[in-house]
């Protein structure tokens, strides 16, 4: 029986998995990194810490399951996507602090920009928004800011690339540069056309080409890696794929017309187009889903910056609870939110109203508020964006959305997901595993390694979900769903 070793690299936290070849989760640990806020809108990772973490999970799940050390077939990888590294080429060593797909630092030149009207240009290219949330236009400050980080990127001692890159690079010892399609679509940089660097987008944004990795298949081998020293013989990467595509992969929605949610820090909602780019009028991003055996596989993608984060904000910034498990009972506690909505825009709003400088705001709130209204009201925001996203989503790609997978997690919060039904008037099959991303990536490092040969052979691999049919009635639902508009507009 052959054993992957996987690690899911998020926005709050690195976890190691081992996974058998019929999918099984065997193990798993995971370590958290400290999250850094510079200034209002800013956000920063120290990708060394990262790195170490990466080793130490490695490390500690080694050591509890020390039968697997001689039976690894390969290392797979999964990632937050657009947050982005500037490292050493001879080292590897970060050179600044990584910045977070959330960070808003590039607001002005992504202004500057659709003011000179490139959006639709740049939207033909890459299929996404000028937008500060892909790393582009940080990138681009990070080389404004500091001469010396310019000057290195553009006489080759320097590279910069997504999460995926640096970890690869730094496992190899610095033998491989490179990356996958799943993440390269999401810099601003990629052309999702031609699958290529754009020399045009390059150009734009002042990002040197020869700084960025080679871009190839996420089921192709990615180099090899003793794991820190970890392994006497070393192993292949092979599957290397960015969160989102990785759950979308893993749900088996291989079809155009399948798609899923990932309740994480933000959420992706993913819905698979088929083998042809399609662009959409109303603020909806086209993306790679992945690339097999030379052929991609396109989807809508709708962003919400703040979903589980917004629950992280209660607890470690509002003190409104202890932990997120808290939040299922505080919500039920009260048969109603009481007229109080919780808009989630503390780094702006994403699709579909693209509204950077939007701020987060509590509305509604009256002398019989309480705690557990503003709870509810913060769970039931994660299903009020999903519809905003799942409403343009399905009428540009002219498709009946019969259920939505989900995964994520926040799937286990039966609130939740029976709200998101409800609002959505969609079944949620959520998945009975939470760890669906480093699944995906698992799924394409056995493609790759040979282990299974076509994507139907995936789809005998293990599926458990739960589904959770609408119950409410539809009157309830609009009155609700009319409250969360009229809330967005005030802050818009």
């Known amino acids: 029986m052959k054993v992957i070793l996987a690690v899911d690299q998020s926005t709050s936290s690195t976890k190691a998995m081992l996974f058998n070849q019929h999918g099984e989760l065997l193990g798993k640990t995971a370590v958290d990194h400290h999250q850094y806020y510079p200034q209002p809108g800013w956000v920063e990772h120290d990708a060394e810490e990262i790195y170490q973490n990466t080793l130490r999970a490695f490390g500690d799940l080694l050591k509890r399951n020390p039968a697997v050390k001689n039976n690894l077939l390969c290392l797979s990888l999964t990632n937050q996507r657009e947050t982005i590294v500037i490292f050493d080429r ?58 010396n980080l310019r000057a290195r990127l553009e006489d080759g001692s320097a590279l910069t690339g997504t999460i995926d890159t640096y970890l690869i690079y730094r496992l190899t010892e610095g033998r491989s540069f490179l990356s996958d399609q799943t993440n390269a679509c999401r810099t601003l940089l990629y052309d999702i056309n031609t699958l290529t660097w754009s020399t045009t987008l390059c150009e734009l944004f002042q990002v040197p080409r020869h700084a960025l990795p080679e871009v190839i298949d996420s089921t192709a081998q990615f180099g090899e890696t003793t794991l820190g020293g970890l392994l006497e013989k070393p192993i292949p990467i092979c599957g290397v794929m960015g969160d989102s595509q990785a759950a979308l992969f893993a749900e088996r929605c ?29 603020g909806i991003v086209t993306t790679i889903g992945w690339v097999y055996q030379g052929q991609p596989a396109y989807a809508f993608e709708g962003i919400t910056n703040f979903t589980g984060g917004t629950i992280t904000w209660m607890r470690d910034q509002m003190k409104l609870i202890e932990s997120p498990q808290e939040t299922e009972a505080l919500a039920k506690s009260v048969p109603n939110n009481g007229g109080v909505y919780l808009i989630p825009a503390f780094v702006g709003l994403s699709a579909p109203y693209w509204q950077p400088n939007a701020r987060a705001a509590i509305v509604g709130l009256t002398a019989a508020s309480t705690k557990n209204h503003i709870v509810r009201a913060a769970l039931e925001s994660i299903a009020y964006q999903i519809r905003d996203v799942l409403d343009l989503m399905a009428a540009d790609a ?51 390694m040979g282990v299974y040969d076509s994507l139907e052979a995936l789809e005998g691999l293990p599926h458990h979900f739960a589904d959770y049919a609408p119950q409410m009635e539809s009157v309830a639902v609009q009155e609700y769903y009319a409250g969360w508009k009229a809330a967005v507009q005030r802050i818009l």
């Not at 992504?110 to 236009?137: N, W």
């Not at 994520?408 to 760890?435: C, K, P, W, Y």
């Open 90 to 147: 001879k080292t590897g060593a970060p050179l600044h602090r990584a910045i977070v797909w959330q960070c808003r630092r590039g607001e002005t030149y992504c202004s500057h920009l659709t003011e000179m009207g490139h959006s639709d240009g740049v939207q033909r290219l890459t299929g996404l928004k000028i937008d500060t949330y892909f790393p582009a236009s940080k990138i681009k400050w990070l080389m404004d800011t500091s001469p």
């Open 254 to 282: 291989f079809q155009p017309g399948m798609a899923k949610v990932t309740f994480g820090t933000g959420s992706s909602v993913l819905l698979n187009i088929g083998n042809t780019v399609r662009l959409s009028p109303n």
């Open 398 to 448: 002219g498709v009946a959305l019969h259920y939505i997978n989900g995964d994520g997690g926040m799937i286990h919060n039966h609130f939740l997901m029976q709200f998101v039904a409800d609002i959505t008037q969609i079944t949620v099959r959520a998945s009975s595993l939470s760890e669906l991303s480093a699944f995906g990536a698992v799924m394409a490092g056995l493609l790759g």
